[in-house]
Nanobody, 125 residues
Framework: QVRLVESGGGLVQPGGFLRLSCAAP????????IGWFRQAPGKEREGVSC????????YYADSVKGRFTISRDHAKNTVYLQMNSLKPEDTAVYYC??????????????????WGQGTQVTVSS
């Protein structure tokens, strides 16, 4: 069974930073788009960012543009989400997910069929 494993969450003060990691099975990044999603209590799951397998093109939600950066390391089979200038409204459980259905990734969670277990990010003073 294919698994994704997130790590790097935690408690950080407003204005701080975190780097989330999504560890994937070997070679998955060569063929699967990877997305980062988040879900806060009482809210719907939101697409945060994604990176396409074919050309590395990226997507960012308007709420995180200029603050978050997605990247991948094929040698380590890992996708990262660098989160800077964090705000309390960034507090959520963050999930990574994968799909190989489309040429380019998107922030639509319905396109993704492989999910990690999530990692909690809390931004609070």
């Amino acid at each position: 069974q294919v698994r994704l494993v997130e790590s790097g969450g935690g408690l950080v003060q407003p204005g701080g930073f975190l780097r989330l990691s999504c560890a994937a099975p070997p070679f998955l990044l060569d063929y699967y788009n990877i997305g980062w999603f988040r879900q806060a209590p009482g809210k719907e799951r939101e697409g945060v960012s994604c990176i396409s397998s074919n050309d590395g093109s990226t997507y960012y939600a308007d709420s995180v543009k200029g603050r978050f950066t997605i990247s991948r390391d094929h040698a380590k089979n890992t996708v990262y989400l660098q989160m800077n200038s964090l705000k309390p409204e960034d507090t959520a459980v963050y999930y990574c997910a994968a799909n190989n259905k489309f040429l380019y990734c998107s922030g639509d969670s319905y396109e993704y069929d492989i999910w990690g277990q999530g990692t909690q990010v809390t931004v609070s003073s």
